[in-house]
């Protein structure tokens, strides 16, 4: 078992001689101890770290592999705006790179933040289309409804598009789950309506305007003419 403690003063010793390539080499051997199950408690910053290294280095493509290493262990966490945040790195030194989009729609629902969902999600999507994924941007389209299920028009979008694709039971499938929905949110604002008669009072008082409300002293006033 490596001696994760060790490893990493030395890695640091290394980088702070300005031998970076020593320095990456014995990191690596830090992160295989994490990945490999060994350490309870890997510190996620080494991966963002290990990253910058190389991104100095020009090794781009293996420094946004780490970055988003890092990205998954935050999500996994619950430590959803560092994820982000690495998300965005990612985006600034690999804008092309699909996957992070997809990534910040998962952790923007979970989040609740669902416009900024809807916003990933289609973008990963529509970047999938054009690379020519078309199952994995429907799948993608098919788990942000399912994320989101109030959002009828991604999901009605999502039934044309597989409909243009000569994909019509799955196109089907989606038009009846938006209407089953819809019927589900029709009855609980029902529901709620019942169990609160004031204020479906109130909703009724709205709707007339102010002349249907009561004046206080009106019955007085009757009563006295």
Do not use: W
Not at 144 to 166: G, H, I, N
């Amino acid at each position: 078992m490596a001696n994760v403690a060790a490893l990493k003063k030395k890695a640091a010793e290394f980088e702070a001689k300005k031998q970076l390539d020593k320095a990456i080499a014995t990191y690596r051997e830090v992160l295989d101890a994490y990945d490999s199950g060994s350490e309870a408690d890997p510190e996620i910053a080494l991966y963002n770290r290990v990253g910058d290294l190389l991104s100095r280095q020009g090794n781009v493509a293996e420094a946004v592999m780490h970055y988003e290493r890092a990205v998954d262990l935050y999500t996994e966490g619950g430590f959803f705006n560092n994820a982000i945040a690495l998300c965005n790195k990612v985006l600034r030194t690999s804008p092309g790179r699909a996957s992070v989009y997809y990534k910040l729609g998962k952790i923007s629902a979970a989040k609740g933040f669902k416009a900024e969902a809807k916003q990933n999600f289609l973008e990963y999507a529509d970047r999938m289309q054009k690379a020519g994924s078309m199952d994995e941007a429907f799948r993608a389209l098919k788990e942000f409804a399912d994320l989101v299920p109030d959002q009828d028009d991604v999901r009605l979008m999502l039934a044309e598009q597989l409909t243009k694709a000569d994909r019509k039971i799955e196109a089907l499938e989606q038009l009846q789950a938006a209407d089953a929905l819809r019927h589900v949110r029709k009855a609980g604002v029902r529901a709620r309506g019942q169990r609160d008669p004031q204020r479906r009072q109130r909703q009724r008082d709205q709707e007339r305007g102010p002349e249907h409300e009561k004046r206080p002293g009106a019955a007085h006033d009757r009563r006295g003419q």
